[in-house]
Structures are given as structure tokens and as C-alpha cells.
């Protein structure tokens, strides 16, 4: 990544501006989630994962986006009220953001130029599902979905990118997981 990705600007869900400077030495997993969505129960896991290793130094980045199917109509305040009252959450969640288009964030650039491509699970017909609905991501590098996730070092450095129907639970993430704390 050209630029660290501690010093790209972002706002919390409270729409305060920041970096994610103080995440610096943690393992990151970084999600775009929507409230309306199938995976949405995702939610529950991303917590128990974060529960699970937050004491290790991990972290779960919640970027909410609106750009797939419009799954995230919300504003911050409601997509907060919604995501502690429904599924507890506790990580740390962020002001709506695109990760595809033109106006892409700069955090999801350096991500996908990090990491152009998402590995799936195996078997996995997610991308086949969604290409026969013509939602096939339009450019190489396109976040296919909501859940999309992106595993950073305690380097800072992008480890993997998990495909939106690799659950929380799924052992190829918790493995990575693992790893990139003991690393």
C-alpha cells in the first residue's frame, strides 16, 4: 500500500474524523456489512470472533455500505442503534462508506490493491449465484457483496481477503486469524 494504511482518514459511526491509527499493531478484520441483507446474521459471529481475540489484539472493522441493493438505508445512528440492539455488537463500527464505484473510499483502494481478489470456501457457488442475477462485480478488484472481509496484519500489510459467504465461524478465517496474532 502506498500510503500506511493507519494514516487513511475515516469517520466513526459517530461521524467523528479519525484514523485508524490507534488500531496500529492489532490484527484488523475489516468488513463491509449491511443491515438488511441474508448475511446479516453474520453480525453474531464477527462479535463472538472479536470477543474471542479482542484481548490478543484483534480488532473487527465495521464499514457499513448501501451500495448493494440498497441493504444499508439507514442512517449511522440507526445502523447502530440496530446493529448493538439486535446482535450486541461491541466492535468498533464506522460511517457509511462505497467500496465500489467512483467514489470508492480510500481504505477499500488500498485493500483491494493489497488484495485484488477474494478466496471463497471450498465449494463455495456464491460468486456463480450472483452472476447468474448479473451482480457480478463490474472491475477486477470489485467487493462482490456485503460481508466482504479483509484480514490485516499487526504490520498493517493486507494478509487475505475473505469472500461475503465466509462465515466468522468458517476455520480457514479463524485460522488466519490465529496466525496473523501469533505473527
Not at 43 to 66: I, K, M, Q
Not at 107 to 116: C, R, T
Amino acid at each position: 500500500m502506498s500510503q500506511p494504511i493507519y494514516d487513511i482518514p475515516v469517520n466513526t459511526i459517530e461521524n467523528q474524523s479519525t484514523t485508524l491509527g490507534e488500531y496500529e499493531g492489532k490484527a484488523l478484520l475489516v468488513v463491509n456489512v449491511a443491515s438488511e441483507c441474508g448475511l446479516t446474521k453474520q453480525y453474531e459471529g464477527l462479535e463472538a470472533l472479536y470477543e474471542t481475540y479482542r484481548a490478543e489484539g484483534f480488532e473487527v472493522l465495521g464499514f457499513p455500505s448501501n451500495e448493494f441493493l440498497g441493504q444499508e438505508p439507514g442512517s449511522n445512528e440507526e445502523i447502530l442503534a440496530f446493529c448493538r440492539g439486535t446482535f450486541g455488537v461491541q466492535f468498533p463500527m464506522f460511517a457509511k462508506i462505497e467500496v465500489n464505484s467512483d467514489d470508492r473510499h480510500p481504505l477499500y483502494q488500498a485493500l483491494i490493491a493489497a488484495k485484488p481478489q477474494a478466496v471463497a470456501p471450498e465449494g463455495s457457488e456464491f460468486l456463480a449465484r450472483m452472476s447468474s442475477k448479473g451482480r457480478a462485480p463490474k472491475q477486477t478488484g470489485d467487493i462482490l457483496w456485503n460481508f466482504e472481509k479483509f484480514l490485516i496484519g499487526r504490520d498493517g500489510q493486507v494478509i487475505e481477503r475473505f469472500s461475503p459467504d465466509t462465515t466468522p465461524e468458517d476455520p480457514a478465517l479463524v485460522a488466519a486469524v490465529k496466525q496473523a496474532l501469533a505473527g
